[in-house]
């Protein structure tokens, strides 16, 4: 039996998290940082990822990249390797937002939106598995969101891209378990970021109704993902593979 606290230590591990230099992706860094991991932030803009490895210091890496450069996906998992060590933690967590009526999305506006959450995912998850599969080891985490879980007005796009990421967890995990990977997906609640608080503070309405929602009562910390993933990414969590993992203060069982 593992003892603690070795059952949730990342130890040895080396975790890449696209989306890592910001909100929900940094908390996670910090959190499997804090638990002994390598973290490889992965993400668009150098400046954020620069600030993001100088506030965790050693054992914190950045490469930029873009997961829409789907050909990419295979350099980069080469050149991680290379200065850092095999991944062997990958967090699908970039994504974008886009907020408009269904019927005024366009097909254009959808796909962006799929490339970035989807094949973006499915891009680096075929880049990383090959390597798990031959060390026979291995973690793939996917960010979701309630927007999988209940109906949303509004984000139409948005809303099919994370439904999609709870599907692709299930059909990878049990493609990859025969191969010691396991593959499960986190699915905020509100949590409070500088994006959520914007969107907030501005529609006193849509807070309401969000709080009237949450048993639990305000919103969740960036840390409840943070430690939300260290978990499925640890020993602890050895035998959890294809589930989805709601950390919403209730808010998807709350009447």
Known sequence: MLSFPEAFSLRGEVALITGGGTGIGFAMAQAMHAAGARVVLVGRREAELTAAVAKLGERAHAFAHDVT??????????????????????????????????????????????????????????????????????????????????????????TAAKTAM????????????????????????????????????????????????????????PEDIGWAAVYLASPAAKFVTGVTLPVDGGASVGF
């Open 69 to 158: 450069d789907f050909a990419a996906a295979d350099g980069l998992v080469a050149r991680v390797a290379s200065e850092v060590g095999p991944i062997s933690c990958l967090v699908n967590n970039a994504g974008i937002h886009l907020k408009k009526p269904a019927v005024e999305t366009t097909t254009e506006e959808f796909q962006k939106v799929l490339n970035t959450h989807i094949l973006g995912a499915h891009a680096l998850t075929r880049a990383v598995a090959p390597g798990m599969m031959a060390r026979k080891h291995g973690t793939i985490l996917f960010t979701g969101s309630m927007a999988s879980i209940f109906g949303i007005p509004l984000v139409i796009a948005y």
């Open 166 to 221: 709870v599907g692709m967890a299930k059909a990878y995990s049990t493609e990859f378990a025969a191969h010691g990977m396991r593959v499960n997906c986190i699915a905020p609640g509100w949590i409070e970021t500088e994006m959520s608080r914007k969107a907030l503070d501005g529609d006193p309405a849509r807070k309401a109704k969000i709080f009237g929602r949450t048993p639990m009562g305000g919103m969740g910390q």
